[in-house]
């Protein structure tokens, strides 16, 4: 199965660079045509919410909103889906950054909890813990 980087989900998304947008379209289109589906890694979900939030200036509903499709897409498989779904539930409801929420997830889904962190907006998410300093 073909995976995808953070690129190409960019620029599809963002639709700022025509010769790109055109072949990543191309690309998406023969896949589905051939019956595959595109691999979207966890690090790539990461960074698009970064990417999409600092470079384009995406507010946490966009994003929302973005990941949400996304998610739901036939054509891509996600690593780590429930635990994208899950972090995707925790930064709707919550405070914490998008990563924060991910982090907690991805523990979770390993079933390693709590997540100590130092960071008090992170400690705010269900199943991370504020790290008192000595």
């Known amino acids: 199965m073909p995976a995808l980087d953070t690129n190409v989900l960019v620029r599809y998304i963002v639709q700022d660079a025509p010769s790109q947008l055109a072949t990543a379209k191309r690309l998406i289109r023969r896949c589905v045509a051939e019956g595959s589906t595109l ?3 966890v690090t790539v979900v990461l960074e698009l919410e970064w990417v999409l ?3 384009f200036a995406f507010s946490k509903e966009d994003v929302l909103m973005t990941l949400s499709t996304l998610f739901s897409a036939a054509e891509l498989t996600f690593e780590s889906e429930r635990a994208l779904e899950v972090a995707l539930q925790l930064f709707r409801k919550g405070s914490a950054d998008f990563a924060d ?3 907690v ?3 979770a889904q390993a079933g390693e909890q709590p997540l ?3 960071d008090k907006g992170a400690s705010k998410v269900s199943g ?3 790290l008192a300093k000595a």
């Open 39 to 41: 691999f979207v890694p």
């Open 105 to 107: 997830a991805l523990a």
């Open 128 to 130: 991370a813990q504020l």
């Open 53 to 55: 939030r600092s470079s």
């Open 101 to 103: 929420c991910l982090h």
């Open 116 to 118: 100590w962190t130092f």
